[in-house]
């Protein structure tokens, strides 16, 4: 079974590295997907068909909302502005009957054992306005700091805090600093600011240094961070977080060319791998205590 495990676990490591490498591989060959990046990171509650239609409407966009979200922050609209379309996601149910398999939409009637709710989603189209559309009350710059922006992993963070063998400072950082590794005095610092999600991200990338990191970083420094990231990308991948949003972009700002990262790829792979199983092996030992 142990055999088996590590199989199955190289063969996700291997996956989630083809998908870094597309993912990176796109970007930097990409013309100007580079500035999309840039440009998507002000958006992080818009899906990335949003996105993309945002952007291609109006390039230039800052934030963007709808009619009413503007009128509650006390703007109004400028005469004769045309809105920008986007999707929005709309929520249905119907009931399915398991035998027949007939299907009719939802209502008070009573769900009988033989039937089955069903959820899917539909879209319709919709308009959103830029800030640069309207005029009115002042409103605070929008942080260009926010990557994930969501709080899913909580009891990840709580392991990885106590997986650590460093500790691990939760402070108020300078600037857009999300944290750093301080070699010298062996501990991690984290932007107390940050989500949950971007904790998990941003430690798993600072315990890379701290654990694996074997770089000359004053003088390697671009291969340092992308294989730091990289590292990072997949062993969050593996425990349920998907980071790809936020890792593609820093990791093409390093790599530059695609080469990088397949010149380090065994190195990538395998540092993951060895991450992964201390991990799981950290978690296996809590198991045994508790039981």
């Known amino acids: 079974m142990k055999q088996k495990s590590d199989t199955n676990k190289k ?3 291997k996956e989630m590295y ?9 970007i930097i060959s990409s013309g100007k997907y580079t500035e999309f990046l840039a440009f998507s990171k002000s958006f992080h509650h818009y899906s990335f068909n949003n996105l993309v239609l945002i952007y291609s409407q109006m390039p230039n966009a800052t934030r963007v909302a709808g009619f009413k979200t503007w009128e509650k922050l006390g703007r109004k609209l400028k005469k004769g502005e045309k809105g ?5 996601p709309l929520k249905r149910t119907y009931i399915k009957n398991k035998i ?9 009637t009573k769900v009988e054992d033989t039937q089955e709710i069903i959820e899917y989603l539909t879209y319709r189209p919709t308009y959103v306005f830029d800030i640069s559309q309207t005029v009115g009350k002042p409103i605070p710059e929008a942080s260009l700091c926010e990557k994930l922006n969501s709080n899913n992993m909580n009891e990840f963070f709580d392991f990885l805090l106590s997986f650590s063998p460093y500790p691990i400072l939760e402070q108020s950082l300078r600037g857009s600093l ?17 989500s949950i999600d971007d904790k998990v991200s941003t430690l798993l990338h600072e315990l890379t240094h701290a654990l694996y990191d074997d770089f000359d970083y004053q ?15 997949i062993v969050a991948d593996f425990f349920g977080l998907d980071t790809s949003r936020c890792s ?3 990791i093409a700002a390093y790599a530059s060319d695609v080469k ?7 190195k990538i792979q395998k540092t993951a791998n060895q991450f992964i199983k201390q991990i799981k092996e950290y978690q296996e030992q809590g198991l045994k205590i508790i039981a």
């Open 84 to 88: 920008i379309q986007i999707f929005f």
């Open 18 to 26: 083809d998908k870094l490498v597309k993912g990176v591989t796109h």
């Open 219 to 233: 003088n390697d420094k671009k291969l340092s961070e992308t294989f730091v990231e990289s590292v990072a990308f």
């Open 100 to 108: 027949a398999g007939q299907a009719s939409l939802i209502d008070d």
């Open 260 to 266: 990088v990262i397949l010149e380090l790829g065994d």
């Open 178 to 194: 999300y944290g750093y590794w301080n070699p010298k005095e062996k501990h991690i610092a984290l932007n107390q600011k940050l």
């Open 248 to 250: 593609f972009g820093y």
């Open 11 to 13: 063969n996700k490591t």
